[in-house]
């Protein structure tokens, strides 16, 4: 970059950093605590919600599946959870690419209601339920009706937090509710109709040390869904390439903060720098001001499409008096002298 542009990438801000607090540049081991610094201020700064790290996304629901029979025979804890499926397709993919049964999905047996965690699909006939939830009748199934379903849906792995508080989707229909609400109205979750309230729920890890996020409807979807939604990312920084990473990492990188706010990265790292490192709290409180000021300035700065604060008024009792003043008397209008006399 010129000399006298803004910094911008990871290596121009670290350097921006440097030349402040009048340290060395080009030493690996600083190098490598400043880089620290300026993704803690990252960090810090989105705790606050910003509209540069909104993202949009959408959640395909699946169809629920009820082609064929089922049997089960009960001699055994595995016979129990061994699905027997008759004209049935369980491992063949539909026109969305998706197979019909899929591990993680749940599964009602017969007219009980009871609901039942797919935890293998062996072919188009074979389903083998989660130890957990084995089938628990008195009698065993053969020729039995079944349905398989899914509530819960996977978000994207930069998912951070809701958009909107309320609700979870664009158009304002599904509810956004706690994981303890949720479950006080859905306990079971095993009947099926169009989503009404959604809740974010965490599953423990599986494969990494990082949990799982999951949205889950209630009720179940009883039918394909496009269902648009609004986040914010955990992407906080970008590649040369585009690719999105939550830390500042190659030179190249950058944050998605605009540039002309960039410099806030600067004076918080700075604030963090001498308050922990260097032990001199004037100079961090210094610094820790100035991104408060400038910060001050990124919440307040409206271009003509942002939104900003409206008053509107309470008019619809006048246009409703208003509407057709010629048919009858209305409070709209007055005779004699009441008015005059400042009585209406």
Request: glycine share 6%; charged share 20%; hydrophobic share 40%.
């Amino acid at each position: 970059m010129p000399a006298v542009d803004a910094p911008a990438t990871f290596a121009e801000l670290r350097t921006d950093f440097l030349e402040k607090c009048k340290e060395v540049t080009g030493v690996s081991a600083i190098n490598t605590i400043v880089g620290r610094f300026l993704n803690q201020a990252n960090h810090d700064l989105h705790l606050e919600r910003w509209p540069w790290a909104e993202r949009r996304a959408t959640i395909r629901t699946f169809d629920p599946y009820t082609t064929g029979t089922v049997a089960v025979a009960i001699t055994t804890l595995t016979t129990r959870r061994t699905v027997t499926g008759t004209t049935t397709a369980w491992n063949t993919t539909n026109s969305f690419g998706d197979t019909n049964a899929q591990v993680g999905m749940k599964m009602t047996l017969g007219a009980t209601g009871v609901v039942h965690l797919v935890s293998a699909v062996g072919s188009d006939t074979s389903i083998t339920l989660e130890t957990a939830t084995p089938y628990m009748g008195d009698d065993a199934l053969s020729g039995s009706g079944y349905a398989l379903y899914q509530d819960e849906y996977a978000v994207p792995s930069d998912f951070d937090d809701v958009y909107d508080m309320r609700f979870f989707d664009e158009d304002r229909k599904i509810q956004l509710v706690g994981p303890q609400d949720f479950y006080l109205r859905y306990a079971r979750n095993s009947v099926r109709a169009a989503p009404r309230v959604a809740s974010l729920i965490e599953l423990g890890p599986s494969g990494s040390v990082a949990l799982r996020r999951r949205v889950v409807f209630g009720p179940a979807p009883d039918k394909q869904y496009i269902i648009p939604y609004r986040y914010y990312t955990t992407n906080l920084a970008v590649s040369s390439t585009g690719t999105g990473a939550a830390n500042l990492s190659a030179d190249a990188d950058e944050p998605i903060i605009p540039l002309r706010w960039r410099q806030g990265l600067v004076y918080k790292a700075l604030a963090l720098w001498y308050l922990s490192r260097q032990k001199n709290e004037n100079l961090a409180t210094f610094w820790a001001s100035e991104y408060a000021t400038l910060m001050l300035r990124a919440r307040t700065a409206h271009g003509p499409a942002d939104d900003r604060p409206r008053i509107a008024i309470r008019r619809g009792g006048y246009l409703e008096q208003a509407r057709r003043p010629w048919s009858a008397p209305t409070r709209r209008l007055t005779t004699g002298t009441r008015w005059d006399s400042l009585e209406e």
